[in-house]
């Protein structure tokens, strides 16, 4: 098993075991049908089962954002209830984007945010009563931004790519 397939099953295993409680609840009363409905619906979980899921994510993160061959690494998705989606934004190595031609950041960018939004996709699933699941184009969007700096060393960041409705556009 490669590196990033281990981060995605290690992912998809920390989220089922933090939404778990969400599962459970669902035939106990009216099923969630929009993402909104699981951001107010409360999850029974531990402390420290959340800290040890934190702890494990952040060194799987650690891990995979210490390989200089990788274009981007993830960073913690978020949930915007404005547009009722998950967001989540990449982190692309400066020196792999300066050597990558348009080509191969285009096809490296998309294979990176189809899989997050796969993963979320199947992740969240199981918590909605959406037909089909959620929608991939909808309901994610993934940014890539890199970080730059200037002749003074002043660090900016600066955006890559945007990924939504299903599809990727190079800034």
């Known amino acids: 098993m490669t590196k990033r397939e281990w981060m995605f099953f290690a992912v998809g295993i920390i989220l089922g075991v933090a939404l778990r409680p969400l599962s459970l609840a669902r035939g106990q009363g009216e099923s969630a049908r929009t993402l909104g409905r699981l951001q107010s619906q409360e999850a029974n979980i531990t402390k420290m089962d959340w800290l040890l899921m934190r702890t494990e994510l952040s060194a799987l993160e650690d ?8 274009p981007a690494v993830p960073r913690i998705a978020a949930y915007d209830p404005e547009r009722d989606r998950i967001e989540e934004k990449y982190t692309v190595n400066p020196t792999w984007y300066a050597r990558a031609n348009v080509s191969e950041a ?3 960018l998309d ?16 918590h909605l009563s959406l ?9 994610c969007v993934v940014e890539f931004n890199t970080l730059s700096s200037d002749d003074h060393g002043n660090i900016s960041v600066k955006p890559v790519a945007r990924f939504e409705f299903g599809k990727l556009i190079l800034e």
């Open 106 to 108: 285009r096809s490296a």
């Open 131 to 139: 037909q089909g699941g959620m929608s991939v184009g909808r309901s």
């Open 63 to 70: 891990e995979v954002g210490s390989d200089p061959g990788r």
């Open 111 to 126: 294979r990176r945010a189809t899989a997050f939004c796969a993963l979320a996709s199947g992740t969240f699933a199981g």
